[in-house]
């Protein structure tokens, strides 16, 4: 029997981690209004600890006190989707418990960084994280960090065996999506891990985009999924254009380098990853300012026009 999952499309920010200035620790504060702000301008989920995220750089402390912190500002209006990776399965299975406890809706899960197993061994893998806790889990392909990739036919018995319930496709592969509806029916939710191609895996049977540009501007990237859902395909088509000098300046460096430059551009937390990565450069932080410059006006538009958020939550850390 396949896992129950809650509806899950539209743009969906892979939230980045705000570390504090200074002594960089974990601003949970930052991070609970980061969330606030993505929900209240239309985004359809949110996930935390994902590489966006910054989680492999994480304590698995620092990624419970996260996913705590944003499952206390966005309450239930849209699924907490929490980051599930670690080069081995116990330390998944770990995460994924630890995930669960925390208010988590659904796991996302990619193959175990550095590792490289095989076909079976991804299979064996994943369905002993989904053993674990009660949580859907969303398989995230992402082979250029994680060095392989789950093939089509690992997909489609995972999720025919009802070990995973919905793909985060980050290759790029425009072709994947029909194919995989060829082997697995209509029924498996498929969403774009890539920014610059969102438009067009809708266009060939996506549902929407885990998104990085949705960290800065979800609400444009609310309105593009929505347009598409309204048939307005030159509305999408438009919105489309305007992304997309900004997908390229946030892929300019190792994600989330650019992401959390623009966040400080915009005055939403801190700007600095943490070790080994390092803060943008200065070509990646003007091609970043020119692209939010012509995009800000139009997002700050759209958020005037939905009702006020609720108030933000006096408390987001446990304890």
Not at 33 to 52: N, P
Not at 144 to 158: I, M, N, P
Not at 192 to 205: C, K, V
């Amino acid at each position: 029997m396949r896992p129950s999952f809650l509806p899950l499309r539209g743009a969906i920010p892979a939230l980045a981690t705000p570390f504090r200035p200074g002594d960089g620790a974990l601003d949970a504060a930052a991070l609970a209004r980061l969330a606030e702000r993505a929900v209240h301008r239309g985004a359809g989920g949110v996930v935390v600890c994902g590489s966006t995220g910054e989680a492999a750089a994480m304590t698995p402390d620092e990624q419970s006190r996260a996913l705590h912190a944003v499952a206390e500002a966005v309450g239930h209006r849209v699924p907490v989707i929490a980051g599930a990776t670690a080069s081995c399965t116990e330390a998944t299975v770990a995460l994924a418990v630890a995930a669960e406890a925390c208010g988590a809706a659904a796991l996302l899960c990619a193959a175990p960084p550095y590792v490289r197993p095989s076909q079976e061994g991804l299979r064996a893998h994943l369905r002993a994280v989904a053993g674990a806790c009660g949580l859907p889990v969303i398989l995230y392909d992402v082979p250029a960090r994680a060095g392989v990739r789950f093939e089509d036919a690992t997909v489609a018995r995972l999720f025919e065996d009802g070990v995973v319930a919905a793909l985060k496709d980050a290759t790029g592969e425009l072709a994947r999506p029909p194919a995989l509806r060829r082997l697995c029916g209509a029924e498996l939710p498929q969403l774009s891990g890539d920014d610059a191609t969102a438009l067009a895996h809708l266009a060939a049977g996506g549902l929407g985009c885990i998104s990085v540009t949705a960290n800065l501007v979800p609400g444009l990237c609310a309105a593009l999924q929505q347009a598409w859902r309204a048939q307005d395909i030159e509305r999408a088509q438009q919105l489309q254009d305007w992304l997309f000098p900004l997908h390229q300046a946030l892929f300019a460096e190792t994600n989330p380098v650019p992401v959390k430059a623009a966040l400080g551009l915009l005055g939403l937390c801190d700007g600095a990853p943490r070790l080994p990565l390092l803060r943008a450069g200065e070509a990646t932080r003007t091609a970043l300012h020119d692209a939010l410059q012509g995009l800000m006006p139009m997002e700050d538009s759209l958020a005037r026009r939905r009702p006020a958020p609720r108030p933000a939550c006096a408390a987001v850390l446990p304890g």
